[in-house]
């Protein structure tokens, strides 16, 4: 199973960005997709998730700038992040809880990161 995230870069203070992360491999299914970020110098943090079912959770400093979306045919999940802060620079990985053929229950997948910067 490979995790292949892509859309980070640089942008200005109140600009937006969207992330995609697709999901290959021997899949049965998946359950949670989400999203994490790490700063330098700060601990890597959930910043949105989504079930199959489509519940979702944010980090609260994100609500209402931030947007968590899954195509479950196309096995990708999306981060659409609007109104970016300095604060939101970070490395984002993205993360699947996939179950693979031949197994029964699921193991948390990650992606290898992708840098979002944010000038102010």
């Known amino acids: 199973v490979q995790l292949q995230a892509s859309g980070g870069g640089v942008v200005q203070a109140g600009g937006s960005l969207r992330l995609s992360c697709l999901v290959s491999g021997q899949i049965v299914s998946i359950n949670d997709m989400g999203w994490y970020r790490q700063a330098p110098g700060k601990q890597r943090e959930l910043v949105a998730v989504?079930?199959?079912?489509?519940?979702?959770n944010y980090l609260d400093v994100v609500k209402g700038r931030f947007t968590i979306s899954r195509d479950n045919a196309k096995n990708t999940v999306y981060l659409q992040m609007n109104s970016l802060k300095p604060d939101d620079a970070a490395v984002y990985y993205c993360?699947?809880?996939?179950?693979?053929?031949?197994?029964?229950?699921?193991?948390?997948?990650w992606g290898q990161g992708t840098q979002v910067t944010v000038s102010s």
């Open positions: 993360a699947a809880d996939v179950t693979r053929h031949g197994f029964t229950n699921y193991m948390r997948y």
């Open positions: 989504i079930g199959r079912g489509g519940a979702i």
